[in-house]
């Protein structure tokens, strides 16, 4: 393996689903879709599980991409649902694995639960979710919403989130998920680096309070994912901000899902430089070069 900076060189989409979560492509098809799109450093981030890396970085090296190692972890501030994105941290951690199983494991259930109330007033079964989930798949709505489509309720997985899905409708449930201050410890005690998703989609109270993001940092955050298409333009000013006031990194991403969302991957990118200091920063796991 050659190490190098100018291995990386290239636009990076540090945020990318397969259908070891709720996207719709194996990992290998997901790289090839980067790489088709002009990406050259990749990173695999699935919902609370960490699966695809294999299949997903010898995909990206043997189409000459780097792979970065990569996780959007639930967590939950009082009622707002935070991702919180890990790099380059080591996948056998013991508290970080215990916390990913206990979320996946409660997810099903939470499941379980939103299917059973829909099938209230909708034809649809728990059998329809999973024959929709590839296998160990971390579940979540996306996999109901296409049940959803496949008994022709709904077109498509935003009209399903805009309906059925939508929590107005009385059929949302929460699942366990751990307070951001615990997220970005436990990536960081893993070696990796902790990144806060898409932190100021629209609807002013969906960002985490300035004190609260004030703590995570001190509680060892490494960065905002700032150029992504859900963030509003004065919350991206906001966080520009305050990441050049701590000196954070600062990335830009896709956070593609196949068909399952209009993102498309490379539509926001990463700098060389951000990577650099990603990679600089993460110690818990390797990334891969071509
Ligand atoms: P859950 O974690 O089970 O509550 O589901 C949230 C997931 O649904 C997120 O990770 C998104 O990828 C996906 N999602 C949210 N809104 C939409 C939407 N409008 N269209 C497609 N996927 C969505
Ligand atoms: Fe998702
Ligand atoms: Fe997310
Ligand atoms: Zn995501």
Known sequence: MTTGPQLFTGPGDL?????HSDGTEAPARVMRQAHAAGVRTAALTDHDRTTGWHEAGDAAVALGMTFVPGMELSAKHEWRSVHVLGYLFDPADAALSAETDRIRGDRIGRAERIVRSISRDYDLTWDDVLAQTAEDATVGRPHIADALIARGIVRDRTEAFDGILHPREGYYEPHYAPDPLTAVRLITEAGGVAVIAHPV?????????????????????GGFEIDHRENTAQGKALLREIAARHDLIVTGSSDYHG????NRPGENTTSDEMIARLIERGTGSAPRYP
Do not use: V
């Not at 068909?259 to 209009?262: D, E, I, Q, R, T």
């Open 15 to 19: 945020h990318l689903h397969s259908n």
């Open 201 to 221: 989609t629209a609807g002013r109270d969906r960002m985490m309070p300035l004190a609260f993001i004030e703590r995570l940092i001190a509680a060892g955050l």
């Open 259 to 262: 068909a399952g969302k209009p």
